[in-house]
Structures are given as C-alpha cells and as structure tokens.
C-alpha cells in the first residue's frame, strides 16, 4: 500500500518495536498504546499552542503586541498558565454533588479525543477508517453537550444551570443545519468514509463545489464549539463563565483543553470535507494538512476576535430560520446538479 | 540560592524540592489573572491599562477571568463602601489559593477624599489582606502595571518580604 510521509515513520516504529520485542502481538499491543497517546500529545500540544496563537492574534487584531515576555517571543506564556493552573486549591462547593461534579471534565474529553480516530491525517494515515466516519464524528461531537448538561447541574449554581441549558439548546439547533450541509459533501462524495471523501477531492476541493454548504457548516460549527459570536455558553457579561463557573484550578484546566481540542477538530473537519484533505502539490500531505488546519484556525479567530457576541434568540433565529432552510435548499440544488451531471 | 540555605542539612541535596517551587513560583508570578471587578473611577484606568495603549497582556496578565474560581488576583479598583464590603469579601474567599490582592487608588488604601465619610471603609485592608498598595487617584495604569511587576517579584522572593517585616 502506497503511504505519506506518516505512515513510513508509523511503519518504521513497528519494525523497531518488533525488533526489539520479537512477539508480534506484543508489538502491535505497544503500537496501539502509542496511537492513543499520541493523541493526547496532539491535543495538549495543539492546546498551549492555539492559546498562545489566540492571545497573540487577539493582540494584533486589537493594536496591541500580546504576551511577549515570558520565554522568547512570550513562548511560555500558555506553559506557566499550565503549571499555574496545577497548583492552584481544588475548591469543591458544598452543595455540588460531588461525584457527578467531579467526572465530568474527565468525561468532557472523552468526546474530544474520540473523536480523532477517524481523521486522516495523511495518505493511509488514520486510525480506524469507519465505513460510516462521517456519522461517527457527528454523533461522538454531539456527545459533549451530555458533559456540559452535567456539569452545569452538579455545581448547584444558578449560573451554571443555565449556561448548561443553553449549552443543549445551542448545540441542538447548530447540529441540524451543520448535518444537512455535511449531508450535500456526502451527495458529491458518495460516501460517509472519511478517506473516500478526501480521495474525492483530489482534483477539484469541495469548497470550490459547494460553497454554500462550506458557509452553513462554518457558522455552525462554530456555534457547536462555542466560539464567539456564538459563546452565549458562557458569555461573561451575562452568566458569569456558564458550567464552568464552580469549576477551580485542574478541572477548569481540562474544559479549557477540552474546548481547544475541539476548536482543532473543528478545523480539522473543515479541511477533510472542504478543504481537500491532505492534498496539494510538491509538499508532503502531513505538512499541507497542517499549513491547512492553521490556516482554518486562524479564520476561526479572526471572527471571533472581530465580532462581537450575539444574542441567544438571534442565534436561533439565525440557525432555525435562516441556516436549515439554506441548507435543506443546497441539498435539492447538489440532486439537481448530480442528476444533470451525470445524465449528460 | 536562598532557599536551598534554609532547607536543613540533610536535605539539601533535594534538589527536585527547591526546584518545583521555584518552577511554580515562575508560574504564578507570570500569570496573574485578576478578576473582573471594578468598584467606581480607578475601575476606568484599569480597563485603560488592559488596552492597547499600555498593554497588560504583555506580560501575560490581560486574561480577566469573569468566576472568582478561576482568578487569581483581586484588583479593588476604587472606593469601597460598608454596604459593599460583605460581597467584597466573600468573592475574595471564593478564589482559589495562592490568592493576592492589589489596592489600587488612594480610596482602597485608606478611604482616599472619601476617608471621613461615614459610608467609605477606609482602607480595604480592613477587610481583606493586601499585598500591593497603588497610590494615586487615580493611578496612572502605567502606576497599576507597576503594581503588577512589584507583586510579580513579591512571588518570586517572598523571603525578602518576610525580612523587611
Ligand atoms: S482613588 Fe480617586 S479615582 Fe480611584 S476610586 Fe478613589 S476617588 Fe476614584
């Protein structure tokens, strides 16, 4: 089989292992193991990197320069926010209920990180190619509504009860339009495998055949990951920080990576469906498949650092009235464009 | 150096021990993020600091974090009144530990114009524990970025402070 860049080097570990181990099911066993951590190497690197990017990128987009003082270039800002974050007291309200309160950031990142199995991130370069990868993302990426539901009820607090039922209300109505446009790339593609899709696009990007379709899942994607304008989950000015609001220290640590690991999903879905995948000239496809999720997120903080933060019936309004109808119409308009293609 | 001097003699080969706490030491004095309060006018030039003529992110303190639960630093920007002060408080024993407090402008000092006034508390350190003083009325926010800095090293030493006391 025919591979990128990253499954040579993926290859060339498992002979290592298997060298030194001589048992293959041993080998293959390690293999499994440094797959999964490599996710979560992936996901905290990819986090203390966005947030120094957003802060710097906020920064500039703002007139100002952004943290510049801690290591070069302000590098460790996000790394002694980190190890701050560690050492700071654990406060568990009293009236929270403790063990529901307690797992839920850990349950948040399980969505997150599951998510990831999916992707190709190279050619042949993917964990487990599901048939069906596509509903898989959409239904896993749904699931961290569940954990925000949980944890805005286990605080006990006002504050998070409420950010916790905009939290399902806000997902629920981003999730129909973000599927019926996902649903237009499947029509072209005609498949729900993620690596079929990307293959489809090696000639012509889907960007380039279904723009609309490209504008509805941006907005509600970022509606589903909760970035401004949509952030009504924990808009400051109105309910404090939302179902993070008793959350201290460690555990408000890991909704923070959490919401990054999605951001990086989110830009990582744009760039499978739309985007190409890993494809693109000269280049390796691990390097274009970055240079392309950096670029997508950066698009995404570039809106959210130049508008401001919608209301919640807006943003209803926006996905209920505007969005879906958008959407349902592009599905007719790709049956129509199909039938005529493939009839002359 | 310091701090390895006053570990007793059979544990100063730790070395792991002198070195997380100065690991955290660098952490927590580098990433103050104060909580997003104001009381009255010097609430103005703090936001002013925050912005780009001054700057406070440079130095990594501009993350304003809305829950006590996640603030680190407590900025009384501005006059504090009696009938405020039990709120005061009790935001303050919603932070997290290691927690500092900035009294910034003459009013949270030691009441400022308002001293007299039956109504002003004068001087939040009537209330809560202060770590940095900020005179001024209003302090400049180069003045609170200052503050800032001294409350950074404050961190970093806090053996020096505790022998100057
Ligand atoms: S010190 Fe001066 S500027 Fe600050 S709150 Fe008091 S009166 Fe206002």
């Not at chain 1, 499954?7 to 099911?25: A, H, M, P, Q, R």
């Not at chain 1, 079929?196 to 012509?204: L, T």
């Not at chain 1, 460690?250 to 190409?276: D, K, P, Q």
């Not at chain 2, 024993?93 to 407090?101: H, L």
Request: net charge neutral; aromatic share 12%.
């Amino acid at each position: 089989m025919q591979g990128g860049l990253l499954v040579i080097l993926t290859d060339k570990l498992f002979y290592g292992i298997n060298y030194l181990s001589g048992n293959e099911f041993i080998s293959q066993l390690i293999m499994v193991i440094v797959q999964i951590m490599a996710i979560f190497a992936v996901i905290s690197l990819a986090a203390i990197i966005q947030v120094y990017m957003e802060r710097r990128i906020c920064g500039f987009i703002q007139d100002r320069l952004g943290p510049n003082r801690v290591g070069p270039w302000g590098l460790l800002q996000t790394v002694a926010d980190m190890i701050k974050l560690m050492g700071k007291e654990d406060i568990i309200p009293v009236k929270a209920q403790r063990i529901l309160w307690g797992i839920t950031p850990m349950l948040l990142f399980i969505p997150a990180a599951l998510i990831y199995a999916v992707f190709p991130f190279d050619d042949g370069a993917v964990f487990v190619d599901l048939n069906v990868g596509i509903f898989f993302v959409m239904a896993v990426m749904s699931q961290s509504v569940l954990m925000f539901l949980l944890g805005g009820f286990a605080s006990e607090n006002k504050y998070s009860f409420m950010g916790a039922m905009r939290a399902v209300a806000q997902m629920l109505s981003s999730e129909i339009p973000m599927a019926f446009a996902v649903l237009a790339v499947v029509m072209v593609s005609g498949s729900l495998k993620m690596t079929d899709i990307v293959a489809a696009q090696s000639n012509m990007w889907f960007i380039a055949v279904e723009p609309l379709a490209f504008i509805i899942f941006t907005i509600s994607i970022l509606m589903e990951i909760n970035r401004t304008p949509f952030d009504l989950v924990e808009g400051e000015s109105e309910i404090i920080a939302g179902p993070f609001t008793e959350y201290s220290g460690m555990r408000w640590a890991l909704f923070f990576l959490a919401e990054y690991a999605n951001l990086l999903s989110a830009a990582i879905l744009t760039v499978t469906l739309f985007l190409g995948g890993w494809h693109g000239p000269v280049l390796p496809g691990i390097l274009w498949f970055l240079i392309k999720v950096f670029l997508v997120i950066f698009l995404f903080m570039w809106i959210r650092w130049t508008y401001p933060r919608t209301r919640i019936d807006q943003m209803m309004a926006l996905s209920w009235k505007v969005l879906l109808p958008l959407a349902l119409f592009n599905i007719a308009a790709t049956g129509i464009g199909i039938y005529i293609y493939n009839w002359m | 150096m310091e701090i390895k001097e006053r570990v007793p003699e059979i544990l100063r080969d730790n070395v792991l021990l002198t070195t997380v706490d100065g690991l955290f030491k660098w952490a927590r004095s580098n990433s103050l993020w104060p909580l997003t309060s104001g009381l009255s006018c010097c609430a103005i030039e703090m936001m002013c600091a925050a912005a780009a003529r001054f700057d406070l992110s440079r130095f990594g303190y501009e993350v304003f974090r809305p829950s006590p639960r996640q603030a680190d630093l407590f900025i009384v920007a501005g006059t504090l009144t009696w009938k405020m002060a039990p709120p005061l408080k009790r935001l303050y024993e919603q932070m997290p530990n290691p927690k500092y407090v900035i009294a910034m402008g003459s009013c949270a000092n030691e009441g400022g114009p308002f001293a007299d006034a039956y109504s002003v508390v004068p001087g939040v350190d009537k209330i809560i524990p202060v770590d940095v003083y900020i005179p001024g009325c209003p302090p400049r926010p180069e003045a609170l970025i200052e503050g800032m800095l001294k409350l950074k090293e404050k961190i970093r030493h806090p053996e020096l402070i505790q022998k100057v006391e």
